[in-house]
């Protein structure tokens, strides 16, 4: 048994599949002599298509933001074109009798070896793009997250390093019932994704990929954040029993799907949900939610194999409205940065610390043609929404001051007079912040004026306000938001925007925490945004929970002085107010 960080509830058995780095298990049989010509044919292929997609993505790049961000695909079309590149894989393939994914493999670990011998950053920095080339190429092979049917049978563990958040998307067409992770936090964006799926999952767990291999019997305990590899007939048995009874609660807590969202003593609360995909969307509508309080478009981005444009975005928007409940959904704008990178927006190149750079508002600034190009489609979205009966709002992601709030208005009036010029039907939604930034914590009461909403970001908000980067493993442990400073900055923030009248959601993972929940209550907030799987759980706590009671425990949770303190109180809350939940939320 190995102990790891619980980042996504439940239990699930399976088989271990191991994705080790970016291939899995590239296929090890030596080619015989008759198959080494069409093998070579295969690669051939894929290497012109891959030079194909480089062009024709240097050419989008070049007319929508510039040739300076084009730049980066000139530069891995001629490593693809490099003739070490190519002769050292047409050597392996036909004297060492390798298939082509597995002589891309050994590349990756030829280019990582003569990488390491230097010591100057900025060369080290090229082994990503030689991987970036290698990924391209191995993609017109197969579909590296697909294992073939005839390996592997039933329900899946993946186990890998860290998933990227493109990663956990293509998931979705795999029968995965578990994660497990060497990397990773509860707050990274690979973890939100696979609660989003309701995808019981483990990150933090080091050294599992030494100790695993695939075709093992797997149990993810996501409660606890216990990995059990290979277990006992006894123990396999009890933890069978425990996913039929972790799926049963599910299936009986989504039967509370059409009951609106109240507390105990009938008082309305929003439960919205946050979502990546049109797929998430249909699922809010099965988990009860009442609409769509995020839509995270960077995965629009981060899943196309080149740019969106804007009419290929308006098409995704529509179908997200059409998914929707109520085809209510409030959309963000681009949030890439930190975690999440694209090349052709400049990221080829890496900051020393990403999460307080060159990211979310800040780049969309830099690149306002484009960035326009996003608001339009928003915006025309809107229309849509209102002919559905249903309403789109536009948020924009880690505003940090007044000066930017009225940026975005200008930009705005902008993207709505090139849309009349062009006789374009659409909507100006309203526009609101996501609050993010200490900095606009602290002085909301200026900004609130400026906007139509607020959404509390307190995902990175904990990080922000804690200097505590959530994925650093030594220093995650300070990204809790039950910490007291954490509360108090929260109590502040929801006062002051019911003084202004201004409706605000906290749209964190937090929302769909119980013992936070509860807290949350307590401060007066009644819209929350959490990811689908979360939903019933939440809407059965809520019926449970008063509001005098949820004020008490509030009132009680600000005398503590530390976040143990806090946690402890509220571990002896929930178990009071929720008894019947323990299987399905950690109130650890």
């Not at 390093?161 to 509860?186: M, N, R, W, Y």
């Not at 006789?423 to 993010?436: D, V, W």
Request: some cysteine; glycine content about 6%.
């Amino acid at each position: 048994m190995r102990k790891g960080i619980a980042v996504a509830p439940g239990v699930a058995v399976g088989t271990a599949y191991c994705i080790h780095e970016i291939f899995v298990n590239p296929n090890t049989k030596r080619l015989e002599e008759n198959e080494i010509t069409a093998e070579l044919a295969a690669y051939e292929t894929a290497r012109d298509k891959t030079a194909a997609d480089l062009r024709a993505l240097q050419a989008k790049v070049a007319s929508q933001l510039g040739q300076e961000e084009a730049a980066i695909f000139a530069v891995h079309e001629s490593i693809l074109r490099d003739p070490n590149f190519t002769d050292k894989v047409r050597d392996w393939i036909v004297n060492d009798r390798l298939t082509t994914d597995a002589a891309l493999h050994r590349l990756i670990d030829h280019y990582a070896a003569l990488f390491s011998k230097t010591n100057d950053s900025y060369l080290k920095e090229r082994l990503n793009d030689v991987r970036d080339v290698i990924i391209r190429v191995s993609s017109h092979l197969s579909d590296v997250l697909r294992p073939e049917s005839n390996v592997l049978k039933g329900p899946l563990i993946v186990v890998a390093d860290e998933l990227l958040p493109s990663q956990v998307v293509a998931l979705g067409d795999i029968d995965v019932h578990g994660i497990v992770t060497q990397a990773g936090s509860k707050t990274s964006h690979a973890a939100i994704l696979a609660r989003s799926r309701g995808i019981p999952a483990v990150s933090g767990v080091r050294g599992i990929l030494r100790q695993v291999t695939t075709g093992d019997t797997i149990v993810v305990d996501g409660r606890d954040g216990h990995v059990h590899q290979n277990p006992d007939p006894e123990a396999l048995a009890a933890y069978r029993k425990l996913e039929r009874e972790f799926f049963d609660l599910k299936d009986q807590l989504a039967e509370n799907r059409e009951q609106p969202a109240v507390t105990a003593d009938h008082v309305p609360i929003d439960l919205l949900a946050n979502i990546n995909t049109v797929g998430d969307a249909v699922a809010a509508g099965a988990m009860g939610a009442s609409g769509v309080g995020l839509f995270r478009t960077e995965y629009i981005y981060l899943t196309h194999p080149n740019v969106p444009d804007e009419s290929e975005q308006l098409s995704i928007y529509r179908q997200a409205i059409d998914a929707a409940p109520g085809h209510a959904v409030t959309i963000r704008t681009l949030d890439i940065g930190g975690d999440k990178t694209v090349p052709f927006l400049g990221h080829q190149h890496q900051e020393a610390n990403p999460f307080l750079g060159w990211r979310s508002i800040r780049l969309s600034f830099e690149h306002p043609e484009f960035f326009t190009k996003q608001m339009r489609a928003i915006m025309r979205a809107a229309r849509h929404a209102r002919r559905r009966g249903g309403e789109v709002k536009m948020m924009f992601p880690m505003v940090t001051t007044v000066d930017e709030i009225h940026r975005l208005r200008r930009m705005v009036r902008r993207a709505s007079r090139q849309l009349d010029s062009e006789r374009r039907e659409y909507l100006l939604p309203p526009i609101g912040m996501m609050l993010e930034v200490p900095a606009a914590a602290v002085t909301i009461e200026s900004m609130l004026p400026l906007v139509d909403f607020v959404s509390i970001g307190s995902n990175d908000l904990v990080q922000y306000l804690m200097a505590a980067d959530r994925d650093n493993p030594k220093v995650s442990h300070l990204c809790d938001p039950l910490a007291p400073a954490v509360l108090r900055v929260l109590s502040s923030v929801i006062t002051s925007c019911g003084k202004y009248r201004k409706p605000v959601t906290l749209c964190g993972e937090m929302a769909g925490q119980p013992r936070s929940f509860v807290l949350l209550v307590g401060m007066g907030l009644r819209s929350f945004s959490m990811s689908p799987a979360w939903i019933p759980s939440i809407k059965e706590l809520a019926s449970q929970l008063s509001i005098s009671t949820a004020e008490a425990v509030l009132k009680r949770a600000l005398r503590c002085k530390t976040t143990a303190q806090v946690r402890k109180v509220m571990s002896e809350e929930i178990v009071k107010i929720s008894p019947n939940l323990g299987i399905i939320l950690d109130t650890a």
